[in-house]
């Protein structure tokens, strides 16, 4: 079984050490070399040059061998090029000022590259579970195939085809994108383009965002791969659903910003009997297929209510719907519908994991326009 992916990955104290120490030397050399021609040179241009072993430190070791690499370029850079030389004095105090300047801007840009880094080694570590993820699965496929020669062989061979297919399909499909988003960000960060600091965190967030999206993706396979071995067993906890269906939307604030998200969950809503983490998987996978599907400006509703012994949520969109044909076939996996533009993997895992809790789901019409999914939880005894 496939372990979780570390946030972040750990760098040793040596290559940390390392990298101070590559930080320091760059900066000593950078700064000697430009003494010789310090009087033809601009007041800007040794502050944008000594940034640079800022960020090769920030990338090789990360934010501590950043930091340290920006306080020793600001020391050199008072120390070489302001005003009394070779001396911590500052005589002027637009000197000071530059200074001051000087830091902020190096820690700030070895902070961002550090960050950026990490990202891109988070989005690597994703891909490569992804790779172990599929090999599983090949092997799972390997297996049906053997069993398939003493039954219906024929049509086992092409079922196991189907679905190798259809799997290596929604990898690179639901993978590529934002696997594209975070390399464009990098690249743009890294590219030293100059960006106000509203633009930079705006780009970070995006990063941040699109790991999230895969690492939901991951989970999504995960599940699925578990509901198929019928090894999916959920927690029986008391859960709030007025609170989590808040902690999904605050998450994905980003996806659903061109919508207009209406929550009329009751806040004294009883608690339901089940499996937060799993929960979350199915509520995130049901509104960010609405928002795959509804037009910008519409309205997604959620709403709950208490049933005999259960509660029924469900969440309304404006998109075109589901036709009557299709209603039970997008809950298979690898299965989408004539509109549909997704992977066939979220709606299969939300079924596997509202089954697993005792619950029912199913698609209909919404009351307006577009499509309205509804599922069952039991009610909390607690």
Excluded at 291 to 317: F, K, M, N, Y
Aim: charged share 25%; proline share 5%; with cysteine.
């Amino acid at each position: 079984m496939i372990g979780p992916v570390n946030p972040s990955r750990p760098v040793g104290q040596l290559a940390t050490t390392a990298a101070i120490l590559l930080g320091g030397a760059s900066v000593t050399a950078l700064a000697a070399l430009m003494v010789a021609f310090r009087s033809d040179l601009a007041p800007s241009v040794p502050a944008l040059v000594l940034v640079v072993p800022v960020v090769a430190a920030g990338l090789a070791g990360g934010r501590l061998p950043a930091l340290a690499t920006a306080v020793v370029a600001a020391a050199a850079f008072n120390l070489a090029f302001i005003s009394p030389y070779w001396t911590f004095k500052v005589a002027a105090l637009e000197d000071l000022l530059a200074l001051g300047v000087f830091l902020v801007v190096a820690i700030a840009v070895g902070t961002l590259v550090a960050a950026v880094a990490d990202r891109r080694n988070l989005a690597e570590d994703r891909a490569k579970e992804l790779g172990e993820l599929n090999s599983q699965l090949m092997a799972l496929h390997s297996e049906r195939e053997r069993l398939a020669e003493e039954a219906t062989r024929a049509s086992v061979l092409e079922r196991v085809d189907e679905q190798r297919a259809a799997l290596l399909r929604s990898v690179s499909h639901d993978l590529r994108t934002p696997l594209s988003s975070i390399r464009g960000v990098a690249s743009d960060l890294l590219s030293n383009a100059q960006y106000d600091e509203a633009t930079r965190r705006d780009l970070l967030v995006l990063v941040a965002d699109e790991a999230e999206r895969l690492d939901r993706l991951v989970a999504n396979l995960l599940s699925l791969s578990r509901i198929e071995a019928g090894d999916l067993k959920p927690t029986q906890d008391g859960v709030a659903l007025d609170e989590l269906v808040d902690d999904v939307l605050r998450r994905l604030r980003r996806i659903l910003r061109d919508l207009r998200v209406r929550n009329d969950i009751p806040r004294d809503l009883p608690q339901v009997r089940g499996d937060y983490t799993q929960l979350d998987l199915v509520i995130s996978n049901l509104l960010e297929n609405a928002a795959r599907h509804a037009p910008p400006g519409s309205v997604l509703q959620l709403g709950a209510r208490v049933e005999t012994g259960r509660v029924r949520v469900w969440v309304d969109d404006d998109g075109p719907g589901v036709l009557p044909f299709e209603r039970q076939r997008i809950f298979q996996p690898f299965q989408k519908g004539e509109r549909g533009g997704s992977s066939g993997i979220g709606l299969a895992t939300c079924k596997g994991i509202v089954e697993a809790h005792g619950g029912e789901i199913a698609v209909t019409a919404a009351p307006h326009a577009g499509a309205r999914f509804t599922f069952t939880l039991p009610l909390s005894n607690d």
